[in-house]
């Protein structure tokens, strides 16, 4: 019985262009991830007269973040590359800048303001590359991830308001 070639990618993208948008979404699901990791810990750490509220947000934050990450990872593999998915890795990529120590409530929502922005900036960076290149489930992708980023940046921006 022969054995069958995998036959190789072609639903419209060129080679060039799914290695720059799997470039660029390498970045978001790194930025992505960290920022997960840093909201999942301020959750179980977070103190104060708002840690009801801070505790409740961040865990809806995390949460939503978790799936991100899998549909990320997942267009990433749709487009014939492996995603990254070490520590390691996500260092190299990520913008993100870790948490020096374990800051205070006002100052874990502002680490979490410039983490939402973050990846809201890296996913509109890339954009005119998915665009460009005619991948709409990409752009879909990105478009969601800006929406969700900069409603929460501003969401926590709000609770910092007087």
Request: negative net charge; glycine residues 4%.
């Amino acid at each position: 019985m022969a054995v069958s070639k995998v036959p190789t990618i072609d639903f419209g993208i060129s080679a060039d262009d799914r290695q720059r948008i799997v470039d660029g979404l390498s970045h978001l699901l790194a930025d992505t991830y960290t920022l997960y990791l840093k909201t999942h810990n301020f959750h179980w750490n977070v103190t104060g007269p708002m840690f009801q509220t801070l505790h409740q947000l961040f865990m809806a934050f995390y949460t939503e973040q978790w799936t991100a990450v899998d549909l990320i990872a997942e267009r990433i593999r749709a487009m014939g590359a492996p995603a990254p998915g070490s520590y390691e890795a996500f260092a190299k990529l990520t913008s993100i800048k870790p948490s020096p120590g374990l800051p205070k409530a006002r100052e874990m929502m502002i680490e979490l303001i410039e983490g939402q922005e973050c990846v809201a900036r890296t996913a509109r960076n890339m954009f005119d590359i998915a665009a460009q290149a005619n991948d709409q489930p990409t752009c879909d992708l990105l478009t969601q991830r800006m929406q969700i980023h900069e409603k929460n940046a501003w969401m926590l921006r709000s609770l910092l308001e007087d």
